[in-house]
């Protein structure tokens, strides 16, 4: 077998400052290929066939990327991760013919930045290159974030000193630079898109577009084309190609809110498409590939939506990598003067005002239950700074004439399951405004098409639902 310094490759043409890419690999060919097309993405690239050249190689100096191989002829690649600490910071991609979904969450949960799968795409390869970051600096963007929390109560897109969203902080701190699948659970208004965005901005696709879906906004009938796109002809209506989430999102993150309304069916084409990276246009067989990160979100208990055929139980696991779930605005109710005066700077930004508010107001807003999170507190903000005569905003302007405390208006027995609860706060708020659906839905902060679903569900007669 060669020395490891007889199968060093390197460019001689780089820089010796170009970042370096140890290639894991126990096939030749295959790796002298891997090395052409990463050094054409200005790296330089050294090649080991083993374990024991890969150690050899970090020993002798730090790359900035490992893409490294599963199967070796002396372990596995996975043996590595273990490792890392010896050789300092780097980022590890993991190439593997044999990759199941649990071999590759593991990898992802060890650290691995990335999976590839063979024979490897040259155009995924040079995706996931470009994301490659450099982990000190990500580890100084996340202190500085967290200094940024501690000191203002500010944590990218998101707001609050409380102790339950610190925790939320750290694990958008622990899987903002992995390519994991993120699940996020909680409330309609809690801040769930708020959570994807700042996990998007700190990844290494924070570059390319974060698009956010509503899932449960879209007509059933329109959704499949709305995700997968559709080729000019291929329905009534279609006089053009029409390019669909996926396509957009392509080198970006993907958000799909209130995932567990989207039809049954498309579940089963959206479980293809994270298994494969492949999808086809509506009225097209030819297969597009796509490279995007998912985060989910649900404001349904998962488990009940499993359980009650809502989400594919496979598509769960899929989705369910890593699950971070957003504490309602009751639950933290020392944040709401945070909450309130950041929107109201930005209302007085926006209008040339300087309105305050006054301590009877903070007071008010902090007695509050919010059923409907931040959201409603954002709504109320923006009508109390509407009612307000002077520059003082006054507990007068903030009338909670229409949403009521839970505990005024629905009992909730200890052990009462989060289904049955949203239930009861549903059907508590529609009778609370005398049956309007439409008020109804922007008091719980959920489209109206949800509602109606829930309705449906709960057997109540409702009129058709709005398609968009």
Sequence with gaps: MASPGNRAVESSAASRHAPLALIVEDERDAAQALAEVIRAEGFRTAIAGTLAEARQQ?????????????ILPDGNGMELFGERDE???????????????ETSIQALRLGAADYLIKPVSPR?????????????????????LQHAADREGRFGHLRGRAPVMQLVYTQIGRVAGTAVTVFIVGESGAGKELVAQ?????????????????????????????????????FTGANRQH???????????????EVTEMPPELQ?????????????????????????????????DPAQAVATGKLREDLFYRLNVFQIRVPPLRDRLEDVELIALHF??????????????????????????????????RNVVQRAYIMADGESITAACIPFDAPVRISQSVTVP????????????????????KGHKEKAAEMLGISAKTLYNRLREYGREVAEAPTQ
């Excluded at 974060?210 to 997968?228: D, K, R």
């Excluded at 289904?419 to 508590?428: D, G, V, Y």
Aim: aromatic residues 4%.
């Design 414 to 433: 200890v052990g009462t399951t989060v289904a049955e609860m949203e239930r009861q706060l549903i059907l508590a708020t529609l009778d609370s405004v």
């Design 344 to 377: 109201l700077d930005a209302l007085n930004a926006r209008e040339g005002g300087s309105r305050k508010l006054a301590t009877c107001a903070i007071e008010k807003l902090a007695q509050y239950a919010w059923p409907g999170n931040v959201r409603e507190l």
């Design 198 to 234: 700042t996990i998007h901005d700190l990844s290494r696709r924070r570059k390319a577009q974060f698009l956010a879906v509503n899932c449960g906004a879209i007509s059933p009938q329109l959704i499949e084309s709305e995700m997968f796109g559709h080729e000019k002809g291929s």
């Design 243 to 257: 390019r669909g989430f996926f396509e957009r999102a392509n080198g970006g993150t993907l958000f799909l809110d």
């Design 58 to 70: 970090l020993v002798l100096r730090t790359p900035d990327v490992v893409l490294l191989d599963l």
């Design 268 to 300: 089963v084409k959206l479980l293809r498409v994270l298994e494969t990276g492949t999808f086809m246009r509506v009225g097209s067989d030819e297969l597009q590939e796509t490279d995007v990160r998912i985060i989910a979100a649900t404001n349904r």
């Design 87 to 101: 050789f300092g910071n780097v980022e590890v991609v993991l190439m593997t013919g044999h990759a199941t979904l």
């Design 124 to 144: 995924q390869l040079k995706s996931v290159l470009n994301r490659v970051g450099r982990p000190a600096e990500a580890r100084a963007e996340i202190a500085g």
